[in-house]
């Protein structure tokens, strides 16, 4: 991520105008505060960066690599990507493989997340075709990871079909469950006796909504009121039975956990009226709750099945939008994870909105609310991102209240969007992460949760999708013209590094007896 963190929750009605004004509850300034956290985060809280493959790899067709959906959209919609900055090179992770673990060295990091290219391993997608040198890439990978006492938390997708998957349909077509089940048994047996992290999907919101149903991501198969609902029932059903795979197959000797990142934007109730408490309530159930609910009580939440029911059935449908899981399908997805994630950026007003017209089929009306972020909130380099630290905390804890935290809740994405080339970062990138992270040490401290970790995005700028690197969250700059693509440290790696290594905000900490627990 981050160009499109909040795009989904436009498309689900969300829509941000250029200028509102105050909300309803006037600017929110008393709580915007720079007052910062002076306790220590608990012994064992779990610190990292976070990079995808697309992203950072580069090397798009070298060794065997197949195809992606986004190299497909790189060299035939060239116009898509501002000047050719694409993945191509990228940041020529693939070649650096030595240099970036030591800046993850460097930086004192406990754990790294990254994604698995599925194309490099399985060119087609498909187990018939094994690229035995995609495998010892992301081998070496993660032994010099283990290597330096850092913990890979492994994506295996990041919003990159391979292209020949699909050209058969995508997540539209119901063989990619199966399919999909056999390329993570194939990443368990080569990778799970040194990965103790899984995660199966990052962010399916996007990949689902931007991907299949109103455009905003590769592969812009879309299917507007449908191919969002489509792509996540059976992205869904892929999650729940490898999650039973590796219970029953790998984890009495593997022992390691399987979750499913889901990103969300604090949804805050423009008001205390019942009615926008309900929709901000019930925006939190159709976005985050659209994954969250499935596999933690094995279906989607009743609001969701009642509303896209409801309008289903009043728009002529024989059948709603909104699949339906079998009895088997609940049982395999219920309680389907081993910890809980969210990718976290930016906070939204949330009020009552009219229904849309019947005849408007879309996610937007299903939704039926408004969001928006008041002018004076302060902002970035991307309009939809404003800088919102007490989100942080109200999320985590909704998290909580709404899902459990028996299991852990990671933060599994957090950062902050400019050009990418501002070196001197500390007052911005910098005080971001410290308002961040103020805010889940109150979480912890204040409400009791169970936050086991904060992985920042990113390490080094990237391509960020269909922005290139116009923007950027790095704590590291990348010179993208220089064939070498050489990192150099910002004044946010530096007091990150610090952070982490003494998990401390501020100079001194009261120091705790607390202990994460997992």
């Known amino acids: 991520m981050k160009l499109f963190g909040i795009a989904l929750v436009a498309t689900l009605g969300c829509f941000l105008p250029e200028s509102k004004g105050e909300g309803p509850l006037g600017s929110h300034a008393h709580l915007f505060s720079d007052e910062v956290s002076n306790i220590a985060f608990p012994e064992g809280f779990m610190w990292g960066y976070a990079s995808a493959a697309y992203q950072v790899e580069g090397a798009w067709d070298e060794d065997g690599k197949g195809e992606g959906i986004w190299d497909y959209d790189a060299h035939n919609h060239a116009d898509w990507f501002p000047e050719g900055q694409n993945g191509d090179i990228a940041c020529d992770a693939y070649h650096n493989t030595d240099v970036d673990v030591g800046l993850l060295v460097r930086q004192g990091v406990n754990t790294y997340r990254f994604s698995i290219a599925w194309s490099r391993v399985l060119p087609t997608g498909h187990i018939d075709n094994i690229n035995e040198k995609g495998l010892e890439y992301y081998r070496d990978l993660i032994q010099k990871l283990r290597a330096n006492n850092i913990e890979p938390l492994v994506t295996m997708h990041h919003w990159d079909n391979p292209r020949a998957i699909e050209d058969e349909g995508g997540f539209l077509n119901d063989d990619i469950v199966p399919t999909f089940v056999e390329?993570?048994?194939?990443?368990?047996?080569?990778?799970?006796?040194?990965?103790?992290?899984?995660?199966?999907?990052?962010?399916?919101?996007?990949?689902?909504?931007?991907?299949?149903?109103?455009?905003?991501?590769?592969?812009?198969?879309?299917?507007?009121?449908?191919?969002?609902?489509?792509?996540?029932?059976?992205?869904?059903?892929?999650?729940?039975?490898?999650?039973?795979?590796?219970?029953?197959?790998?984890?009495?000797?593997?022992?390691?956990?399987i979750g499913m990142v889901i990103d969300e934007s604090w949804m805050e109730p423009a008001?205390?009226?019942?009615?926008?408490?309900?929709?901000?309530?019930?925006?939190?159930?159709?976005?985050?709750?659209?994954?969250?609910?499935?596999?933690?009580?094995?279906?989607?939440?009743?609001?969701?099945?009642?509303?896209?029911?409801?309008?289903?059935?009043?728009?002529?449908?024989?059948?709603?939008?909104l699949p339906v899981f079998t009895?088997?399908?609940?049982?395999?997805?219920?309680?389907?994870?081993?910890?809980?994630?969210?990718?976290?950026?930016?906070?939204?007003?949330?009020?009552?909105?009219?229904?849309?017209?019947?005849?408007?089929?879309?996610?937007?009306?299903?939704?039926?609310?408004?969001?928006?972020?008041?002018?004076?909130?302060?902002?970035?380099?991307?309009?939809?991102?404003?800088?919102?630290?007490?989100?942080?905390?109200?999320?985590?804890?909704?998290?909580?209240?709404?899902?459990?935290?028996?299991?852990?809740?990671?933060?599994t994405e957090n950062g902050y969007h400019d050009s990418g080339n501002e070196m001197d970062d500390l007052e911005t990138r910098g005080r971001y992460h410290k308002l961040y992270l103020s805010n889940l040490n109150d979480v912890i401290y204040q409400d009791g949760v169970n936050l086991i970790g904060y992985v920042a995005w990113s390490l080094m700028n990237d391509v960020e999708w269909y922005a290139g690197w116009l923007v950027n969250l790095g704590h590291y700059h990348v010179d993208f013209d220089s064939p070498e693509r050489t990192r150099t440290p910002k004044a946010s790696a530096e007091y990150f590094r610090k952070v982490v290594t003494t998990n401390c905000l501020v100079d001194s900490c009261e120091p705790t007896t607390k202990k994460i627990r997992l």
Not at 233 to 242: C, D, P, Q, R, T
Not at 283 to 305: C, F, K, N, Q
Not at 347 to 365: F, K
């Open 183 to 257: 390329y993570a048994n194939l990443l368990f047996e080569n990778f799970g006796e040194d990965v103790k992290w899984w995660t199966t999907f990052n962010e399916p919101k996007q990949t689902c909504a931007g991907g299949y149903d109103s455009g905003y991501i590769s592969p812009q198969n879309l299917h507007p009121g449908t191919g969002g609902y489509k792509c996540a029932h059976n992205l869904l059903k892929a999650h729940a039975k490898v999650y039973r795979l590796y219970e029953q197959k790998y984890k009495p000797t593997q022992n390691g956990k």
């Open 327 to 411: 009895d088997e399908e609940k049982e395999e997805l219920r309680g389907s994870y081993d910890y809980l994630a969210v990718n976290m950026y930016t906070t939204v007003l949330v009020a009552h909105q009219e229904d849309a017209p019947i005849e408007e089929v879309s996610l937007a009306s299903d939704l039926s609310v408004y969001t928006y972020q008041p002018d004076d909130w302060e902002k970035t380099v991307t309009d939809w991102f404003k800088v919102v630290p007490w989100g942080a905390r109200h999320l985590v804890r909704w998290i909580r209240d709404t899902y459990g935290d028996e299991k852990g809740i990671i933060v």
């Open 271 to 321: 008001s205390n009226s019942t009615e926008d408490i309900e929709a901000a309530e019930r925006a939190s159930l159709m976005t985050y709750g659209w994954y969250a609910h499935p596999i933690v009580y094995g279906d989607y939440s009743e609001v969701m099945r009642q509303r896209v029911d409801e309008r289903s059935a009043l728009q002529g449908y024989s059948e709603s939008r």
